[in-house]
C-alpha cells in the first residue's frame, strides 16, 4: 500500500464547477506539497502547508493532521486549470525527502 | 531568474551508451535532487544531495551516479543506458528547513 494515496485518479469536469481532490497518507508528516503538471510540462509548487488551509486565487488547499488528509479545492474551474495534481509528503522520520501520491489527473471542459 | 534549469530538454540513447544530465539552480539552494517520473508511479527518487560535495542514495540509485562538485550543479550520470531508464527525469531543489520545492522542466530520455 501507498504511503500517500490520492483521489480519484482522473476526475473530469465542465467550466465553473467546484473541483476538490484527496490526498491521504500514513505516515507522520512535517509538511505536505500539493504541486501541479501541465501535459508535457514542468512541475509547479503550488502550496506547502502543515496545519489549516491556505489559499491562493481559486486554489485552496487544507489539511486535518489529525485525520491524515488533505484536500485541494478549485472554485469556478477552468480549462486551462487541466493538469495533474500530485500530493507529497515530507515525512517526519526523514525530512531530507518527499514521498509523491501518484496523481490525479484533472480535465475541465468548456 | 532561472531558478531551476536541466539541459538537455530530451534525448535518445542507445542500449550501452552513457550520458550526463545536468541541473543547475540559481539560488542558493542547500538541498537537490533527482528524479524519474514514470507512467502510473509517483516521482521516484535516485540521488539527492544535501550540501554541497555531498550526494546520498534515493528510492531507485541502481544504474544512475550524482555528482556535486559545485553548489550550484547537481549531475545524474548514466554508465550504460538500459531501456529500463527510459524515463522523464526531474530535477529539484530547496533551501534548507521546511521551504517549497522548485522544481526543472525534465528531461525525456529514451532507450533504445
Known amino acids: 500500500k501507498n504511503e500517500v494515496e490520492q483521489s480519484p485518479q482522473n476526475l473530469t469536469a465542465q467550466e465553473g464547477e467546484f473541483i476538490t481532490i484527496n490526498c491521504s497518507y500514513s505516515?507522520?508528516?512535517?509538511?505536505l506539497h500539493w504541486l501541479q503538471q501541465h501535459p508535457g510540462g514542468g512541475i509547479v509548487s503550488l502550496f506547502m502547508?502543515?496545519?489549516g488551509k491556505k489559499k491562493h486565487g481559486r486554489l485552496i488547499a487544507t489539511i486535518n493532521i489529525q485525520e491524515k488528509h488533505s484536500s485541494l479545492h478549485i472554485t469556478a474551474s477552468h480549462p486551462r486549470d487541466s493538469a495533474v495534481y500530485i500530493c507529497?509528503?515530507?515525512?517526519?522520520?526523514?525530512?531530507?525527502?518527499?514521498?509523491f501520491g501518484t496523481g490525479t489527473r484533472l480535465q475541465v471542459f468548456p | 531568474n532561472a531558478g531551476v534549469t536541466q539541459t538537455p530538454k530530451f534525448r535518445v540513447l542507445k542500449t550501452g551508451q552513457s550520458m550526463t544530465l545536468l541541473c543547475a539552480q540559481d539560488?542558493?539552494?542547500?538541498?537537490m535532487y533527482w528524479y524519474r517520473q514514470d507512467p502510473g508511479m509517483g516521482l521516484r527518487l535516485i540521488h539527492y544531495?544535501?550540501?554541497?560535495?555531498?550526494?546520498a542514495k534515493g528510492e531507485v540509485p541502481d544504474g544512475y551516479n550524482v555528482s556535486r562538485l559545485k553548489k550550484q550543479n547537481f549531475l545524474l550520470g548514466l554508465e550504460s543506458a538500459a531501456p529500463s531508464q527510459t524515463s522523464v527525469y526531474f530535477c529539484?531543489?530547496?533551501?534548507?528547513?521546511?521551504?517549497?520545492?522548485?522544481f526543472g522542466s525534465g528531461t525525456r530520455l529514451t532507450v533504445v
Open positions: 529539484a531543489s530547496r533551501r534548507q528547513g521546511f521551504d517549497g520545492y522548485t
Open positions: 539560488m542558493n539552494h542547500e538541498y
Open positions: 505516515v507522520g508528516i512535517s509538511a
Open positions: 502547508l502543515s496545519s
Open positions: 544531495s544535501v550540501g554541497e560535495g555531498t550526494t
Open positions: 507529497a509528503v515530507i515525512p517526519r522520520r526523514n525530512t531530507d525527502k518527499l514521498i
